[in-house]
């Protein structure tokens, strides 16, 4: 990016800067007004300046593209994209009124168990919907969950950054990308990453099952279920230990639920629960079912139903590449 974005800067002619809402290493999103419609939007600039191999922008293309094909309330709405003036790549997308749910958790703490089940099974639904086109997100965590708010006033859960999705399907040139990544790195987010990531074997809809158990376990207990002093100790725990029973952290979670939980985590892809719909099934069979629960169960069901989980295949290209956990900045 040549310059720094500004309040009252017109993008494209039809973008105008209101504020920064946000900016880090990888670029800049901004609140900006529709200067024809007069609505509100957000534009996400990539900083391009470290991006010699143009594999950021690549991933930040797969990103526009992967959200705009899941016609999903629980996805965030791609409205443009493009590569705008000085050549800085963006993507338009709606604004939304909330926070994400880590912040939520640095504030609260561990939240109640039916609000925290119930913002899984709403993420749950944005998943589903994705491995039934063959996208796995690959970084799921607390940050890539934003509760925004409905024009009813409800929480409604949207799964951000699919810019590191995998794609198991090549019926869509558009997401079906040549690797984005170098060889011989690991993409994700360290804590949130499961052992396949780690390992560099081929990667499926169940990583996203692993990720949504983490999640789970964070914020019900307020702390990830694997920690160390470095990446090497943090990767070892991951591949190798057990985490601590959720149940010695929160005495009053129910052991049904714990044992949801401690089935996410199961080091081998094949000993866990299969497909997004297994998972929201034990979950409100682990809880009891809410009208909002059960909701979310059925928008599940029928996705999976519609079209089956992606197929898992050997054969599957795995891009890695080591990456921080504030490297693609979110809304």
Request: glycine share 8%; charged share 25%; net charge negative.
């Amino acid at each position: 990016m040549v310059a720094p974005v500004a309040p009252g800067d017109v993008i494209d002619g039809k973008y105008r800067v209101e504020r920064v809402l946000g900016e880090g290493g990888m670029g800049i999103v901004v609140a900006a007004l529709h200067v024809q419609l007069r609505e509100l939007v957000a534009i996400k600039f990539l900083q391009s300046a470290n991006d010699p191999d143009g594999s950021s922008q690549r991933r930040f293309a797969r990103e526009a593209r992967a959200s705009a094909r899941l016609k999903n309330e629980h996805v965030v709405r791609v409205l443009d994209f493009g590569v705008f003036e000085g050549g800085v790549p963006a993507i338009v997308m709606e604004l939304l009124d909330g926070q994400d749910l880590s912040q939520v958790l640095a504030r609260e703490g561990p939240l109640p168990i039916d609000r925290a089940v119930e913002y899984v099974l709403q993420a749950g639904e944005a998943i589903a919907e994705a491995h039934c086109r063959g996208i796995v997100h690959r970084d799921l965590k607390p940050s890539n969950m934003f509760l925004s708010r409905a024009t009813d006033g409800s929480t409604v859960v949207k799964v951000l950054d699919f810019g590191i999705s995998k794609v198991l399907r090549g019926d869509d040139e558009s997401l079906a990308m040549q690797p984005i990544t170098k060889s011989n790195a690991i993409v994700g987010s360290p804590l949130y990453m499961s052992p396949e990531q780690l390992s560099g074997v081929p990667v499926d809809a169940r990583t996203d099952i692993w990720g949504m158990g983490v999640i789970l376990y964070e914020i019900l207990t307020g702390q990830v279920p694997f920690q160390a002093k470095s990446a090497a100790l943090l990767f070892t725990a991951i591949l190798s230990r057990e985490p601590q029973p959720a149940r010695e952290l929160r005495a009053d979670l129910p052991e049904p639920l714990e044992r949801v939980i401690h089935r996410c985590l199961h080091k081998d892809p094949d000993a866990r629960f299969q497909t997004v719909q297994q998972l929201a099934e034990a979950l409100v069979s682990a809880v009891g079912a809410t009208p909002a629960t059960s909701h979310s169960l059925d928008r599940i069901t029928r996705f999976l139903a519609a079209d089956p989980a992606p197929r898992i295949s050997a054969d599957l290209e795995v891009p890695l590449e080591l990456r921080g956990t504030d490297d693609c900045l979110s809304l």
